[in-house]
């Protein structure tokens, strides 16, 4: 079992920045592959970002709407995971959902379905 607990989300102008913070615990959560997802209001949840990571490598995945703005990483312990928010725009604000899929390496990454654990999101306002 996989634990997820987000934290960092608030209230910021356009233009400005927030990190995001997932803790993970649980015996087997530093081999999983963890992404952020987002859900505005009257909209589907939608996927964010992605790292996966290994002893061989790593690499990130973003959804184009967030591509050159957020950065995804994920502290050496790899128990800890980030989303750096840069130039935040009033389109960005949504529910942020930090998630962990226990296949590391897929085709794909993402369907929310691959995601067998969920944290319970932290609001992320910006304002125009």
């Known amino acids: 079992q996989v634990q997820l607990v987000e934290s960092g989300g608030g209230l910021v102008q356009a233009g400005g920045s927030l990190r995001l913070s997932c803790a993970a615990s649980?015996?087997?959560?530093?081999?999983?592959?963890m992404g952020w997802f987002r859900q505005a209001p009257g909209k589907e949840r939608e996927f964010v970002a992605r790292i996966n990571r290994d002893a061989t490598a790593t690499n990130t995945y973003y959804a184009d709407s967030v591509k050159g703005r957020f950065t995804i990483s994920r502290d050496n312990a790899k128990t800890t995971v980030y989303l750096q928010m840069n130039s935040l725009k009033p389109e960005d604000t949504a529910i942020y959902y930090c998630?962990?899929?226990?296949?590391?390496?897929?085709?794909?990454?993402?369907?929310?379905?691959?995601?067998?654990?969920w944290g319970q999101g932290t609001q992320v306002t910006v304002s125009s």
């Open positions: 998630a962990a899929d226990r296949v590391m390496w897929r085709p794909t990454y993402t369907r929310m379905r691959d995601y067998g654990y």
């Open positions: 649980g015996r087997t959560s530093s081999s999983y592959a």
